[in-house]
């Protein structure tokens, strides 16, 4: 092979999380050169996971990750690389002077309510606590007034998004609340994918192991200037979209989040997740990272309280915001992506989505055969 060669199948990515992981070992995989650099110290993005130097518990560095998917095909990619045990996430909230199950599902409705509905009951009595005059709901606040009533939106809904949005759920998109059901059972699993586990050592081995191959070089701490593309015939960008173009229409809206972590012995709250729904608790969950790995044993606990706040240039971006004004300036930004020749963008910095896990990889799959299946060459988005 000629050094011209070996040039035309070298590509550029950037970000070691999931998407540049998956995206570089299948091209690695395919016998093309790999160059990934990260502007952080480790791998693995916001599923980054690390033991706690004093305790050893593992702790969601960047919050609570919980791998669910239907997607077979993503569940066997993440199995072939680190060994997942079972868990279901059984989250709990407290509102109002009183602990609940989420998501709202029978045991939450008579709870709530002082009932003892079966099934069918508790339908129709939430039914008629729904609007029915919103036939079409557009926003949250329309989506859980239609489907749940002011009750339980007030309690379990209303004060929590203000908190992690930062603005009033009638200016956000009802697809926010679409990703919490509501059950007629006891069903008290926050997901209802068919796969569902925790890596047993955490995220970041399992990184680790996508990136381990020999076509793949990994440069830590180093943030992407525009000469590290030169000899490489694509990049794949798996940062902030905004940020490739230096910014320069505005800087799309991220809620970042601020974690303070408190430890002690025993057991702080019984399970992984507990939220708050009242307005007037500053934080909207806290986590007890311990509850993540029940396999394990630890006298002491880690836990986080979670504040959420508009992200400033200087903080780690996590929930693109997607109002109105973002969703303008993310068209335009949109629209001088696809104007890039050589570059491709993914992920949940790079496309500016509410991404889960699960969702990256198979973007990132789907993104590098297709790459590969037109000889190394695939549009922006
Ligand atoms: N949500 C809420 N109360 C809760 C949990 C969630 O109002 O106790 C809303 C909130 O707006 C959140 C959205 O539902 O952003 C989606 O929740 P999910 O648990 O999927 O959020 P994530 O774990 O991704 O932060």
Same mark, same amino acid.
């Given at each position: 092979m000629t050094a011209t060669t070996d040039a035309q199948r070298s590509v550029l990515i950037v970000g070691a999380g999931l998407s540049g992981a998956v995206v570089g070992r299948a091209l690695a995989d395919a016998g093309w050169a790999v160059q990934i650099i990260d502007s952080r110290a480790h791998i693995a993005g916001n599923c980054y996971t690390a033991r706690?130097?004093?305790?050893?518990? %593992?702790?969601?560095?960047?919050?609570?990750?919980?791998?669910?998917?239907?997607?077979?095909? &993503?569940?066997?990619?993440?199995?072939?690389?680190?060994?997942?045990?079972?868990?279901?996430? #059984?989250?709990?909230?407290?509102s109002q002077g009183a602990v609940y199950a989420l998501p709202i599902n029978l045991h939450t409705i008579n709870?709530?309510? +002082?009932?003892? /509905?079966?099934?069918?009951?508790?339908?129709?009595f939430?039914?008629? =606590?729904?609007?029915?005059?919103?036939?079409?709901?557009? $926003? /949250?606040e329309e989506q859980a007034l239609r489907f749940v009533g002011p009750d339980l939106y007030e309690a379990f809904f209303k004060g929590y998004t203000e908190k =992690?949005?930062?603005?009033?759920?009638?200016? @956000?998109?009802?697809?926010?609340?679409?990703?919490?059901?509501? #059950?007629?059972?006891?069903?008290?699993? !926050?997901?209802?994918?068919? /796969? =569902?586990?925790?890596?047993?050592? +955490?995220? $970041?081995?399992? &990184?680790?192991?996508?990136?381990?191959? =020999? *076509?793949?070089? &990994?440069?830590?701490?180093?943030? /992407?200037?525009?000469?590290?593309?030169?000899g490489h015939t694509h990049v794949f960008w798996s940062g902030a979209l905004d940020g490739y173009f230096d910014f320069r229409l505005g800087r799309l809206?991220?809620?970042? %989040?601020?974690?303070?972590?408190?430890?002690?012995?025993?057991?702080?709250?019984?399970?992984?997740?507990?939220n708050y729904g009242d307005r007037d608790v500053p934080y909207t969950r806290i986590t007890e990272h311990k509850h993540f790995s029940p396999w394990e044993s630890h006298d002491s606990t880690v836990c986080c309280r979670e504040?959420?706040?508009?992200?400033g240039p200087?903080?780690?971006?996590? !929930?693109?915001?997607?109002?109105?004004?973002?969703?303008?300036? %993310?068209?335009?930004?949109?629209?001088?992506?696809?104007?890039?020749?050589?570059?491709?963008?993914?992920? #949940? @910095? *790079?496309?500016?989505?509410?991404?889960?896990?699960? &969702?990256?990889i198979r973007e990132a799959m789907d993104a590098a055969e297709a790459f590969l299946a037109r000889g190394g060459h695939l549009p922006a988005f």
């Open positions: 706690d130097a004093d305790t050893g518990v %593992l702790v969601h560095v960047y919050g609570p990750h919980i791998f669910h998917t239907d997607d077979a095909d &993503v569940w066997a990619y993440v199995n072939r690389h680190t060994t997942f045990r079972a868990f279901k996430n #059984r989250v709990k909230t407290t709870q709530f309510y +002082g009932k003892t /509905f079966g099934p069918a009951d508790a339908q129709a939430l039914e008629a =606590q729904g609007d029915a005059s919103i036939t079409d709901p557009q $926003t /949250f =992690q949005w930062g603005c009033a759920p009638s200016e @956000l998109p009802a697809s926010i609340l679409k990703r919490l059901p509501v #059950r007629f059972n006891y069903e008290d699993d !926050y997901f209802a994918h068919r /796969f =569902q586990g925790m890596p047993e050592d +955490g995220y $970041t081995p399992m &990184v680790a192991s996508i990136l381990d191959h =020999q *076509g793949i070089t &990994v440069t830590l701490s180093t943030t /992407f200037t525009p000469d590290m593309a030169r809206g991220y809620r970042t %989040l601020d974690f303070e972590a408190f430890s002690g012995v025993g057991d702080y709250q019984g399970c992984a997740v507990m504040f959420s706040r508009a992200a200087e903080d780690v971006p996590y !929930y693109p915001i997607r109002l109105v004004e973002e969703r303008a300036l %993310l068209g335009d930004y949109v629209a001088l992506a696809q104007a890039c020749e050589g570059a491709t963008f993914l992920g #949940r @910095l *790079g496309t500016y989505r509410y991404l889960d896990m699960d &969702v990256t």
